[in-house]
């Protein structure tokens, strides 16, 4: 089984599918990390030499590859929904949850985040409603499930998930969810 985590930057992905991995007792990938491990410097240091073109290139055959992979939790950069052939294959080859913020959420959370390039810009607020409108109806368009990540704490998030696993039967029998309301 594959878990696919899609969203905005600064939407939980990370901290949610590390959780989400050790409950479900499978891998961790972080799909920007293993870009990074394989070009030898940062994502935005690759991005202001190559161009996004190259970029988003690297990322479709990264994310190919690792959706074709054992079993695992994935996250992807917020701009893998971009092209249309990573939005099929992310849908076709796992289970694909979009953790869903606004972008006033997403720029409390980011507001003092200095290593986010999308983010440095004059007006970091108006940046996110930009990617949330272009991006949104995409992350929708990929994901089976849409959990939204505005109150409740990460464990709320990890239980929702793999609830919504359980449902779908795509957990394994093994996995006990326990539902705990928080906030």
């Given at each position: 089984m594959k878990v696919v985590l899609i969203g905005l930057p600064g939407a939980g992905k990370s901290t949610v599918g590390r959780q989400l991995a050790r409950r479900l007792q499978v891998p961790f990938v972080d799909s920007d990390a293993v870009i990074e491990d394989r070009i030898g410097c940062t994502i935005r240091e690759f991005f202001e030499r190559e161009g996004e073109e190259a970029f988003r290139d690297l990322e479709e055959a990264v994310l190919d590859e690792l959706t074709q992979g054992p079993p695992c939790v994935l996250s992807t950069g917020g701009g893998a929904v971009l092209r249309p052939l990573n939005r099929q294959r992310l849908r076709a080859r796992g289970r694909v949850f979009y953790l869903r913020s606004t972008p006033e959420e997403l720029y409390r959370r980011?507001?003092?985040?200095?290593?986010?390039p999308l983010l440095q810009v004059a007006d970091p607020l108006q940046r996110l409603r930009d990617l949330y409108a272009v991006r949104d109806p995409l992350y929708r368009e990929t994901a089976h499930y849409v959990i939204?990540?505005?109150?409740?704490?990460?464990?709320?998030l990890v239980n929702m998930i793999l609830m919504q696993l359980e449902l779908g039967d795509g957990a394994p029998p093994s996995v006990q969810v326990q539902a705990q309301a928080h906030g």
């Open positions: 980011l507001r003092h985040d200095r290593t986010r939204e990540t505005g109150r409740p704490t990460v464990a709320t």
